[in-house]
């Protein structure tokens, strides 16, 4: 498809396309059409947003809780679909220091992760509460640990077949000791202090480590229902009385869960109400360019493949630019989208690159055979659940 065809089918047409998505690809085809490029600080702002992770259209922001949430992530555990407290608290604090953002929404869809690092951010979230109203939408799951981050926000909105809530704390041990006698394995464990080896998979859980397990349980859950009942304005013993159990739609609303019914997309669509971009966020394009774009636009007079070619395009870059955001490598999302690359061949691009990386670093640390015999023997979790 040549140039002049791209052009009729971005300028001069009705478009159905948020507004950061469309300054993604004008900024791609822009330099292609001989056409100036955006102004320098929006440019920068953009850029700013999306290394970031999140997006800004009709001063809302997006911000994307996603996947399994760990405390922390690295490229190739991002690529595997995890989401990091760390990331999100950046992500948070970059839309809350943006002068462009009046509103934000936590878009979540995750069964929830580690205890580890969830419950701070939680709580900083819920401290900023006055500064910018803030939405979390259920889309289509918000439980336990993702059901803590939602329950900062000033309200919580869930689709008629969204999920929330699952408010408790789990942990799980695997005695692998048969396994390792019918195999005719001995594994001994050298250690100093008396409960150093007490959740160890090669040895059955001991009364005194099964206590000492369910206390840690305890004191986890407890810290998580008080954060539930201060946020949500509900009793504790309300908060308990779910039993860590997940409601949907109406009952999540009934059991204090959640504010209110509505689509996930109408909800986010209303937050932003409606506005188009201001003069600011328009690119400054060229008029004698505009002009020969609007011509060729005429002449064309296929809206259906002017519909289609633009929502192919912006599918492609919303993609690509998720794949290098989620992989930390936002900053390369543009030459991957210049490049036309598709999804999967940006993220096997990506891929390769992190692994690349890894690889380097293993060879550097060359670990013994007994460092990763002694490494690969942890498999003990906290998980909220």
């Known amino acids: ?57 009709d001063g809302v ?18 690529l595997s679909g995890l989401m990091s407290y760390q990331r999100l608290e950046a992500m948070f604090e970059a839309a809350m220091g943006d002068p462009a953002v009046e509103r934000i929404v936590f878009d979540i869809d995750s069964p929830g992760g580690e205890a580890a690092g969830v419950m701070d951010l939680a709580e900083r979230i819920a401290a ?18 993702a059901y803590a981050i939602a329950s900062a926000a000033d309200e919580i909105v869930v689709p008629r077949t969204a999920g929330v809530g699952s408010i408790g704390v789990i942990a799980t041990h695997v005695d692998r000791s048969g396994e390792n006698e019918m195999q005719g394995r001995v594994v001994t464990h050298v250690y100093a202090g008396a409960r150093k080896a007490d959740l ?42 779910t039993e860590a159990g997940v409601f949907f739609g109406p009952d999540a609303v009934t059991a204090g ?44 007079g296929r809206r259906e493949a002017v519909e289609q070619a633009v929502s192919a395009e912006r599918k492609r870059c919303q993609e690509v630019l998720a794949v290098a955001t989620t992989a930390g490598r936002a900053e390369q999302a543009s030459a991957l989208i210049e490049e036309g690359l ?16 890894q690889q380097s670093i293993d060879n550097q640390l060359a670990p013994t055979d007994a460092g990763r015999q002694a490494a690969g023997s942890w498999e003990q979790a906290f998980e909220i659940r």
């Open 200 to 241: 160890s998979p090669h040895r059955p859980l001991s009364e005194e480590a099964l206590s000492w397990l369910q206390a840690t349980i305890e004191s986890h859950y407890e810290i998580f229902v008080a954060l539930v009942a201060a946020n949500r304005g509900i009793s504790e013993q309300a908060v308990r009385q």
């Open 1 to 57: 498809m040549s140039h002049s065809h791209i052009a009729a089918r971005v300028f001069n047409t009705p478009l159905m396309i948020e507004p950061g998505k469309a300054e993604t690809i004008l900024s791609v085809l822009g330099p292609k059409l001989g056409l100036d490029a955006p102004p320098v600080d929006a440019q920068a702002a953009g850029e700013r947003r999306r290394e970031a992770g999140y997006e800004v259209a």
């Open 257 to 300: 869960l959640a504010d209110r019914v509505g689509p996930a997309v109408e909800v986010i669509e209303s937050q932003q109400g409606g506005r188009s971009m201001s003069t600011s966020e328009t690119p400054q394009l060229d008029e004698q360019a505009l002009e020969q774009a609007r011509n060729e636009g005429y002449e064309a």
């Open 61 to 78: 922001a997006v911000i994307p809780v996603h996947g399994t949430l760990v405390q922390r992530s690295h490229g190739l555990e991002a």
């Open 342 to 357: 598709s999804v999967d061949s940006a993220r096997s691009r990506l891929f390769d690159l992190l692994a690349g990386e």
């Open 128 to 145: 900023r509460r006055g500064e910018k109203p803030m939405t979390a939408v259920a889309n289509e799951s918000a439980f336990s640990a």
